[in-house]
């Protein structure tokens, strides 16, 4: 199209009163608003594509409120054939808390004892656990930072917590499994009380790597939510003149209605939009005003495009983005804690076991020092044996009854303690308050060690930890709020574009006289009006550019450096996390070929400890031995198969731990992320033993 073409809006005709033509004579004019100049043509061009470009990306980005799903809220029920509009003023709630245990808690009760399988442990643990449940929560959390900034709002913030269960009895911090069961010399091990250690104690863990504050630099959003206003107002007013010529009266009086109905909304180009719908009505007693009362109406829309600060989708959506990430963070988050629990009830069952066979070796011991005991002062009563023997056996026995108490109180300490993880109201229920727990899954030692390359390790935990992945996506975070406050530093240049039909419409005022003449096109009321604006016999255009332009623009430059700062830290905290993650792989690595070998070496320090005392019992018996060493190698024994005992826990742990080094605790143990999210484990509870069957002492290894 050449430039020399004239771009006319045409009116459509309005009927006009000619100047000095008789009363009642009308003719047509087309009124004519002149863009032939290039520079406004444009100009025009920009703002009518703006308008529709953005409605096309918000459009197809959805950034309606019925496109964001809330998980874990519900949605308000639809009564009427306006609930659709009364929607979004109806609060949806989130889910009550259930404090009520899974059926697979009480499956497992049976005649005073808790079977408790590892398998069942960890799934009880998915769909009771507090901690777990407490984790659900923070999807509504996330989902509902989407809804926010997708209405326009800046986020909230999703909190970065992740709960750690406690260390337990037989965890680092507490007493240490292999200590003498009994000794030559009568010294016992005096149980400390549990509630002034750490071992009930949970704690917490956060794998954020940013700041949690809400980085509110940049560019304000648009208002993507529309919102209509309205008022209504209804005025009298009186006026004492001083001059009777204005006015033609000496006290003006007016009565006012006035009505205004409008709509804004943004969009994600930065385009804002303010629509608006006036009306005003008065009657008023002034003999100056041509028509009254009158009707005085106009219909406009303002469309107003950001060109530099402001402008673009990349920037407007920002928020929008960071939210969705932070909807993938939560998924991580809920995986990491899975794992931080599910690994905790590991390491604590497998405590819970160690305890239990540390029992079942004091009683042995305890049984042991019995025997010498009734042998000695078998031997007392023959005059085979001096009466200071027997005091010696006796208080061997206390030492081992000493012992067997205290192993007793950790292991009850600790079964109480994974009873309450295990249930939502923890031992509220005396039936679970009172039972017993009997582990069914023993703690089993592969025949070999694990021959897979430390590398190979790495790069899975590099793969699958969700820590590292977390970090990734808090990174990008950063990089995404970075852009608008890149967008902040440049100055604000705005193109705004106002369109408006006006009307008019009022009686033929009797007091006028002659003096004003009245255009019959005029004549009417709010229809009248109404007409006009629809007719377009009244237009109004305006387009402009407003330019605010700092002169130093100090504020936006130091935001910058800060965030850029800021985010140079978090890529230096997320290699920091790498070379973590490496650490503790590599570290779990060397700490189970440890575990294996001590184990390895604890079983043959058993078996030699046994074949010792073995030997010595049949020197005794032949009288070449005394009833001091016996007592010694009874020691001896009883340490080494303590000694067993815990390396035999110590090794399932340093599993454990390369398991939740490497991210593999879920796929290890045939736990689908799916089942933690729903808490709902499919699987079965291990069927119960039989009742007649008791628990048993694993086997030492041959």
Known sequence: MSENISYRLLTRAAQQRRVGAEPGTVHTVNREFDLSNVHIRRIAVVLIFSLNASSVIDAQSSTTVSDVTIRGVSNAPEHHWYSGFTLPYIPRHVRNAAFDDSPRLASLLRGGKLYLSLDDAIALAIENNLDVEWQRYAYPTADSDVLRAKGGGTLRGLPLTVNV????????????????????????????????????????????????????????????????????????QSTPESNQAVAGTSVLTNNTTSGSIGLTQGFSTGTFINAGFNSLTQDTNSSRNTYNPFVSSNLGITVTQPLLRGFGPSVNRRWIRVAQNNEKVTDLLFRQ????????????????????????????????????????????????????????????VAAAQQDLANSDGYSRQQELLVKTLLSRRGTTDPALREARVVPTTPIDIPVTGDTTPPQQYVDTAYRLRPELQEAGLQVENAQIGMKGTRNAMLPELDLVGTAQNSGLGGQSNPLAGVTNPVDPALLGGFGGSLEQILRRNYPSYAIGINLTLPLRNRIAEADYIRDETQLRQYQIRTQQLQNQIRLEVESAIIALNQARAAYEAAVEARKLQEQSLEIENEKFANGLSTNFLILQYQSYVAQARSTEVAARGAYAKAMTTLEKATGRTLENHNISFEEVQSGQVKRPATPLPPATAPRTLAAPKP
């Open 165 to 236: 269960l406690p260390t337990g009895i037989g965890g680092p911090q507490s007493p240490l499994l292999n200590l003498p069961a009994s000794g030559s010399t009568p010294v016992t091990n005096i149980a400390p009380n549990l509630l002034q250690t750490a071992a009930i104690v949970p704690g917490t863990i956060t794998p954020a790597i940013t700041n949690q504050e809400v980085n509110a630099a940049g560019p304000l959003l648009p208002q993507y939510d529309p919102a209509i206003s309205g008022s209504v107002l209804a005025q009298h």
């Open 337 to 396: 804690q899975a794992i931080e629990t599910i690994s905790g009830m590991i390491r604590l069952y497998y405590d819970m076991v160690s305890l239990l066979d540390d029992v079942e070796v004091k009683r042995q011991t305890l049984a042991t020092a019995q025997r010498l005991y009734e042998d000695n002062r078998s031997k007392v009563e023959q005059g085979t044996l001096a009466p200071i023997e027997l005091v010696r056996a006796q208080a061997q």
